[in-house]
């Protein structure tokens, strides 16, 4: 398949992220139909305004042969892994109800992968945001980048605030 003006979405390829590494720049898509792994690129994960995406995340892309195989040249959507989608379901019954909480912009100060955790900081509020690890796992995240623009409901946590839940900066 191929990106062109007359490229529509229905021409996208579905399939599930094999693995994706912010710091590398890169990772791999398995096609739901088959077929050489596609090359997902971090360009174009940014210009979906995401700066990683989670190993098992649904994803819908339009695609382009190259002469180093097939690459992803447009994300037109990422899913959450089918497990993440209800974060209120008993596999997650620590977290609060966040249905009736709003979605606030907020920028990540920085999010170590290693340590599995980091920080951000939502506008007009003073205070760092905590945001751990199982909660980007649980929106389709792998890791933050510095600086990187998000959506978060956050609550009251047990040492001060902490994002219950992420979303792309668009959803702000």
């Known amino acids: 398949m191929h990106s062109s003006p007359d490229a529509t979405f229905d ?25 050489p792994d596609i090359l997902l690129h971090a360009n174009v994960l940014r210009n979906f305004g995401r700066g990683s995406v989670s190993e098992g995340a649904r994803v819908k892309l339009l695609t382009q042969e190259t002469g180093r195989g097939l690459q992803a040249t447009e994300v037109i959507s990422i899913e959450a892994l089918p497990e993440c989608e209800t974060p209120t379901d008993s596999s997650h019954a620590d977290l609060p109800d966040v249905s009736d ?11 170590d992968k290693s340590k599995g955790f980091g920080f951000a900081n939502a506008f007009g509020q003073p205070e760092d945001v905590f945001v751990h690890v ?3 796992r649980r929106f389709g995240f792998s890791e933050l980048q510095p ?26």
């Open 11 to 35: 021409d996208a390829v579905a399939g599930q992220v094999k693995w994706f590494d912010a710091a590398k720049g890169f990772g791999f898509v398995l096609a739901d139909g088959g077929g």
């Open 101 to 111: 909480v709003p979605l606030v912009a907020a920028r990540v100060k920085w999010f």
């Open 134 to 136: 199982e909660v980007l």
């Open 147 to 172: 600086g990187e623009a998000v959506a978060v409901k956050i609550v009251d946590g047990p040492r001060g605030k902490m994002a219950a839940e992420i979303r792309t900066w668009d959803q702000a």
